[in-house]
């Protein structure tokens, strides 16, 4: 199973990020997205295709239908200059990772 | 809830190695641990996931015989071994508890990650 993902995203300060991840028939998955900020370890930001775990902003929000699920950074600060990451876990037992977009604050 | 990995290694190409994450302030038999290869300027890559309370081990298929991930709830630690370290073995290793319930669901405590470095 693959996640396709765009390698980068450029947003302006103020402005709302989408970030995508695309996979045949998403939609029956659910999906987690990651954010890894350079030298530090992952964090979860969207749980469960729009989930929210305690002390993530409500900036960040997660949508999944069809075969794209999308997660959505609204009013973007600089500090969420990070990569972000899709997972999912396929039906043949294994987790699968996208291969990450890179968001850059203008 | 803290899961804290081992430190930094170094080692020669055919060398073997284990390194170690250890959860605390929660239940540790009752979540997956899950571990993540990530090798420099790359993605996220898992190799694995066991149990606890029974070590129930799923593999990747890319990584099933080239590693073996164990546990000791005794001591709430999970480990991840190598009996012959490759040089594409160099790459920052992470563990993280996987949230309550099936194998499948997300990792949401991460360790700090333990930078392994093969080389002769």
């Known amino acids: 199973y693959v996640l396709t993902q765009a390698p980068s995203v450029s947003v302006a300060p103020g402005q709302t990020a989408r970030i995508t991840c695309g996979g045949n028939?998403?939609?029956?998955?659910?999906v987690q997205w990651y954010q890894q900020k350079p030298g530090q370890a992952p964090v979860l930001v969207v749980d469960n295709d729009s989930g929210r775990p305690s002390g993530i902003p409500e900036r960040f929000s997660g949508s999944n239908s069809g075969d794209t699920a999308t997660l959505t950074i609204s009013r973007v600060e600089a500090g969420d200059e990070a990569d972000y990451y899709c997972q999912v876990w396929d039906f043949s037992d294994q987790y699968v990772f996208g291969a990450g977009t890179k968001v850059t604050v203008l | 809830v803290l899961v804290v990995q081992s430190g930094a290694e170094v080692k020669q190409p055919g060398d073997s190695l284990k390194i170690s994450c250890q959860g605390s302030?929660?239940?540790?038999?009752?979540?997956?641990i899950g571990w993540v290869r990530q090798k420099p300027g790359k993605g996220l890559e898992w190799m694995g996931s066991i149990y606890p309370g029974d070590s129930e081990t799923r593999y990747s298929p890319s990584f099933r015989g080239q590693v073996t991930i164990s546990v000791d709830k005794s001591i709430t630690i999970a480990s991840l071994q190598w009996s012959s370290l490759k040089a594409s073995d160099s790459a920052m290793y992470y563990c993280?508890?996987?949230?309550?319930?099936?194998?499948?669901?997300?990792?949401?405590?991460w360790g700090q990650g333990t930078m392994v470095t093969v080389s002769s």
């Open positions: 028939n998403i939609g029956s998955k659910s």
């Open positions: 993280a508890r996987q949230l309550d319930g099936d194998v499948g669901n997300a990792f949401d405590v």
């Open positions: 302030g929660y239940r540790f038999s009752n979540n997956w």
